[in-house]
């Protein structure tokens, strides 16, 4: 029922930038967290950045002095700005987030369950 669909994917010179964004769809109460994670051939995936919310974020430490996630709670988007970017970088990246919903009826709670997207390449070479 939720689809997060991402843009911004694509190949960049060492040293470059790019810009990933992702959009979620569908119907929901909220979104508590949304955020990037990347997986390299044979590895699993490994979160590279997320924030709640309520802007908190976490952040791979390799990528804390380069990269920012930012989000548009209105929008229920996320932008991953990749600056610096080097070789090491280049992965495939998956959106991810954490959707919130509720349970019909009078006296419903909620509940939440995880949404990724189909992940798009990222090349970093010269």
């Known amino acids: 029922q939720v689809q997060l669909v991402e843009s911004g994917g694509g190949s960049a010179q060492p040293g470059g930038s790019l810009r990933l964004s992702c959009a979620a769809s569908?119907?929901?109460?909220?979104?508590?967290?949304m955020g990037w994670y990347r997986q390299f051939p044979g590895k699993e995936r490994e979160l590279v950045a997320s924030?709640?919310?309520?802007?908190?974020?976490e952040y791979l430490d390799s990528v804390k002095s380069r990269f920012t996630i930012s989000r548009d709670n209105a929008k229920s988007t996320a932008l991953l700005q990749m600056n610096d970017l080097a070789v090491e970088d280049t992965a495939v990246y998956y959106c991810?987030?954490?959707?919130?919903?509720?349970?019909?009826?009078?006296?419903?709670?909620?509940?939440?369950?995880?949404?990724w997207g189909q992940g798009t390449q990222v090349t970093v070479s010269s």
């Open positions: 569908g119907s929901f109460f909220g979104i508590y967290s």
């Open positions: 991810h987030a954490v959707i919130q919903a509720v349970v019909d009826g009078i006296g419903g709670g909620g509940y939440e369950y995880d949404v």
């Open positions: 924030m709640t919310s309520r802007g908190k974020t």
